[in-house]
Nanobody, 126 residues
């Protein structure tokens, strides 16, 4: 089994930046992909970004150009640098990891991931 330890959430103002991270442990080797999802109250969980072991990335249209996902394979850790934050970015952010191999588009789906972090709250005030 894999455990994910997530940190970095907090309260910021619109236009600010925030970096959150999530580290996987409990299994030898780097995951095939690590991703970020978010869920706001009353809304469905939505895809944010993913990075594969080889460094390929995809982003949701809503965050493209503002968020950057990165990965340290030696630490099996994923980061999400969030810039130009908007109130609509307010949500619980969940990191996820998978050791299964998928097409890059497949990693946009929550069911591609077998391991999830506890979630970290990101609140952006206007």
């Amino acid at each position: 089994q894999v455990q994910l330890v997530e940190s970095g959430g907090g309260l910021v103002q619109a236009g600010d930046s925030l970096k959150i991270s999530c580290a996987a442990s409990g299994r030898t080797g780097s995951s095939s992909a690590m991703g970020w999802f978010r869920q706001a109250p009353g809304k469905e969980r939505e895809f944010v970004a993913v990075i594969t072991r080889s460094g390929n990335t995809i982003y949701a249209d809503s965050v493209k150009g503002r968020f950057t996902i990165s990965r340290d394979n030696s630490k099996n850790t994923v980061y999400l640098q969030m810039n130009s934050l908007k109130p609509e970015d307010t949500a619980v952010y969940y990191c996820a990891a998978t050791y299964a191999i998928s097409s890059i588009s497949g990693y946009r789906k929550a069911n591609a991931y077998g391991y999830w972090g506890q979630g970290t709250q990101v609140t952006v005030s206007s």
